[in-house]
């Protein structure tokens, strides 16, 4: 026995030296490529996207990868500068930022010749999806590859609607009814809210979801012409002011101090805010202790009370990779991405640190191997079904997103009413539309 094992640890350290020589002579035929690869994220994503990064580099040694991550609060900021500058990483992980400065004149690499000639494999992707968010509808040029598919994700604190006697419809909240139950919680406990939201979750998400389930298709399309009336605008800010009004959202001199996190409001934390709504991509940074663990729970998101012709939420990809034209090496750039997407290794490294893997064989593998976070998949099973068109994405995006925030600013300190603060934001976005027409 003793013998069989010894024999069997030679056997093993032979297979490593063998692969060891291997990996080397593999590298000493290439030369060394250094490349640097960007992204925002928590403790968990990071630490995910590390392993993954170590697979690569141990499979292709010849190249070097830095790795440059932090958290989202003034990730844009840093990526805008960076862009100006011609420093964004050799492969860069966005939010539709890269579409924007797209849409602005700043170059990026097709990735089309690299799928063509093999090195990147778009396979076992959802071609809809590669064509809705990834594609340039004017060029063709695929520019974005998904990191994973999410949805727009409502967790609900049951137990801060137990102790106020607060009850979720059967059929889960609505625009109308949760004004009334926000007021009753507020009542019931002067300290609790029933909606955790900042600035971006009004305009980013809440907005276009509203105005999409009242009109049905997209807000604004890609070449910047708006898909709603000012009275649809009007209708969302009333609904804003009432939750303001009724203390269903915390006044905005608190709420304010965590618009770049909101999940760092220690009412959240503390229980005292009955709803945080979010990516399902964010999710884990959502549930951070043992109190939030037992009891929060993922429920439908926001709809109209009525028949559901235009119950639809936005279900688009959680983020992307691309390559900018300021790539040294764009070829071994492709393959990092496609290693990230497509190798099930790597996938089972990642996990969900990106929500729901947009790639199905990745998807499949983990689910085989329970790796899916039941949190994450509860929020895409339940946004999938309400999955909408594409929400646009203008060449003034950023621009039109600043505006509506200081309106929902003169709403929520009572310095204008939903129908004066509607004609004025309207006639500034259509302004700002017209000039790229």
Same mark, same amino acid.
């Given at each position: 026995?003793?013998?069989?094992?010894? @024999?069997?640890?030679?056997?093993?350290?032979?297979? !490593?030296?063998?692969? #060891? +020589?291997? /990996?080397?002579? &593999?590298?000493?035929?290439?030369?060394?490529?250094? @490349?640097?690869?960007?992204?925002?994220?928590?403790? !968990?994503?990071?630490? #995910? +996207?590390? /392993?993954?990064? &170590?697979?690569?580099?141990?499979?292709?040694?010849?190249?070097?990868?830095?790795?440059?991550?932090?958290?989202?609060?003034?990730?844009? +900021?840093?990526?805008?500068?960076?862009?100006?500058?011609?420093?964004?990483?050799?492969?860069?992980?966005?939010?539709?930022?890269?579409?924007?400065?797209?849409?602005?004149?700043?170059?990026?690499?097709?990735?089309?010749?690299?799928?063509?000639?093999?090195?990147?494999?778009?396979?076992?992707?959802?071609?809809?999806?590669?064509?809705?968010?990834?594609?340039?509808?004017?060029?063709?040029?695929?520019?974005?590859?998904?990191?994973?598919?999410?949805?727009?994700?409502?967790?609900?604190?049951?137990?801060?609607?137990?102790?106020?006697?607060?009850?979720?419809?059967?059929?889960?909240?609505?625009?109308?009814?949760?004004?009334?139950?926000?007021?009753?919680?507020?009542?019931?406990?002067?300290?609790?809210?029933?909606?955790?939201?900042?600035?971006?979750?009004?305009?980013?998400?809440?907005?276009?979801?509203?105005?999409?389930?009242?009109?049905?298709?997209?807000?604004?399309?890609?070449?910047?012409?708006?898909?709603?009336?000012?009275?649809?605008?009007?209708?969302?800010?009333?609904?804003?002011?009432?939750?303001?009004?009724?203390?269903?959202?915390?006044?905005?001199?608190?709420?304010?101090?965590?618009?770049?996190?909101?999940?760092?409001?220690?009412?959240?934390?503390?229980?005292?805010?009955?709803?945080?709504?979010?990516?399902?991509?964010?999710?884990?940074?959502?549930?951070?202790?043992?109190?939030?663990?037992?009891?929060?729970?993922?429920?439908?998101?926001?709809?109209?009370?009525?028949?559901?012709?235009?119950?639809?939420?936005?279900?688009?990809?959680?983020?992307?990779?691309?390559?900018?034209?300021?790539?040294?090496?764009?070829?071994?750039?492709?393959?990092?991405?496609?290693?990230?997407?497509?190798?099930?290794?790597?996938g089972k490294a990642l996990k969900t640190v990106r929500s729901i893997p947009a790639n199905s064989a990745v998807l499949a593998a983990l689910n085989e191997a329970n790796l899916v976070d039941p949190g994450i998949a509860r929020a895409v099973e339940l946004g999938s079904p309400r999955a909408c068109v594409k929400r646009g994405s203008s060449a003034v995006g950023n621009e039109i997103s600043q505006v509506y925030q200081n309106y929902i600013e003169e709403l929520a300190y009572g310095r204008m009413d939903a129908k004066q603060a509607a004609a004025a934001c309207y006639a500034e976005v259509q302004a700002l539309c017209d000039t790229v027409h």
């Open positions: 026995m003793k013998k069989a094992i010894i @024999l069997l640890l030679v056997l093993l350290l032979s297979f !490593a030296a063998v692969f #060891a +020589t291997g /990996a080397k002579e &593999e590298a000493e035929k290439h030369e060394e490529v250094e @490349l640097r690869i960007g992204w925002w994220g928590d403790d !968990a994503r990071h630490e #995910a +996207t590390l /392993a993954a990064i &170590e697979l690569f580099e141990a499979k292709y040694p010849w190249i070097h990868v830095e790795a440059e991550y932090q958290g989202w609060d003034g990730w844009q +900021t840093k990526f805008f500068a960076q862009v100006a500058s011609g420093t964004v990483p050799d492969v860069t992980q966005d939010a539709g930022q890269v579409t924007y400065v797209v849409k602005q004149g700043a170059q990026w690499t097709d990735l089309r010749p690299y799928v063509a000639d093999g090195t990147i494999d778009i396979s076992n992707f959802s071609k809809s999806l590669l064509d809705a968010y990834c594609t340039d509808s004017a060029s063709g040029m695929l520019y974005l590859l998904p990191t994973g598919i999410q949805a727009w994700t409502t967790l609900q604190n049951n137990d801060l609607l137990k102790k106020t006697g607060i009850e979720m419809p059967a059929n889960g909240w609505t625009w109308e009814e949760i004004i009334p139950a926000a007021k009753k919680l507020h009542e019931v406990d002067p300290e609790a809210y029933m909606m955790n939201v900042s600035l971006e979750t009004l305009v980013t998400w809440m907005l276009p979801m509203y105005i999409q389930q009242k009109v049905g298709g997209c807000v604004i399309t890609d070449d910047s012409y708006l898909q709603f009336a000012v009275e649809d605008l009007q209708d969302y800010f009333q609904w804003v002011k009432d939750m303001f009004d009724c203390k269903g959202f915390q006044p905005r001199n608190e709420a304010q101090l965590y618009d770049g996190s909101p999940l760092e409001n220690p009412k959240w934390a503390g229980g005292k805010l009955a709803i945080s709504q979010f990516s399902s991509a964010s999710y884990s940074w959502y549930v951070f202790n043992d109190y939030l663990k037992e009891n929060t729970e993922v429920v439908q998101t926001l709809k109209f009370k009525g028949p559901a012709d235009n119950d639809t939420i936005v279900v688009p990809p959680a983020s992307f990779w691309s390559i900018p034209a300021s790539c040294q090496h764009p070829k071994e750039a492709a393959m990092l991405i496609n290693f990230l997407l497509n190798d099930i290794e790597a």
